[in-house]
């Protein structure tokens, strides 16, 4: 049975969660205070958390930053009151896996849960099956330990960034579109929302590629969207 951790200040749209989640028959922990959420983050095992952005105590996007400090790699919907704040929590690379608008249709919020559930789900059955690191000259990719080096370095990458480097990279030289990276990293179709992956992609290659404007791994494929060098 799925664990999620429900950090949410409005109780209306708390009772609404907790009652669609344990429809799903998940269990649910429920706080209205950020400092709590970050506790109990820190003390239990969760297989998704529900954060909201602007809490009490501690807010969302603080909550997310120190919980990716500590490597705890918990799923996180992140929940915002303002479609402005949404870039503010891309911009600023919190490390939440996806983020919804309120107000919110129960059915999209009930969508965004089950794909970051299939995508934990397809992750954990992979550390089960110990796969082999992925490496290309100086990057190695760490799927198990969800750990990226470059030069021996660590590199430090976002969920989302990691997903996406780690699709490119097991399937080199196979071009992807924009939208079919949608579909996989962020488990169904953003409808308009083709500029994420393009963000995503240009944040990555700034910590990868030593030039750039000249990327060496992460190549882009004209009028269809981006591949891994199967050149190496």
């Known amino acids: 049975m799925k664990n999620v951790l429900v950090v949410e200040d409005d109780p209306d749209i708390s009772q609404l969660i907790q009652i669609h989640l344990r429809d799903l028959d998940y269990n649910v922990e429920v706080t209205d205070n950020g400092k709590r959420g970050y506790e109990l983050a820190g003390k239990c095992s969760f297989d998704l958390m529900?954060?909201?952005l602007m809490l009490p105590e501690m807010d969302g996007l603080s909550i997310c930053l120190k919980?990716?400090?500590l490597e705890n790699f918990?799923?996180?919907l992140m929940i915002t009151a303002k479609s402005e704040e949404i870039d503010k929590v891309l911009g600023l690379e919190s490390g939440a896996d996806d983020y919804i608008t309120k107000p919110f249709k129960i059915r999209e919020f009930?969508?965004?849960v089950?794909?970051?559930?299939?995508r934990q789900d397809q992750f954990m059955q992979l550390i089960q099956k110990d796969e082999p690191k992925v490496k290309f000259a100086d990057l190695?990719?760490?799927e198990k330990r969800r750990k990226v080096t470059l030069n021996q370095m660590r590199v430090d990458l976002t969920p989302k960034e990691f997903?996406?480097?780690t699709l490119l990279a097991r399937n080199p030289g196979r071009s992807y579109s924009r939208s079919e990276l949608l579909e996989l990293i962020w488990g169904y179709d953003f409808n308009g929302y083709e500029h994420t992956v393009n963000a995503h992609i240009n944040r990555l290659r700034s910590k990868i590629e030593t030039d750039a404007n000249n990327p060496s791994y992460i190549l882009t494929t004209w009028g269809i969207g981006y591949r891994f060098n199967d050149e190496w």
């Open 50 to 52: 529900i954060l909201d």
């Open 67 to 69: 919980l990716r400090a």
């Open 74 to 76: 918990t799923p996180i």
């Open 110 to 112: 009930i969508a965004r």
């Open 114 to 118: 089950k794909a970051i559930m299939r």
């Open 140 to 142: 190695e990719i760490d």
């Open 163 to 165: 997903d996406l480097l």
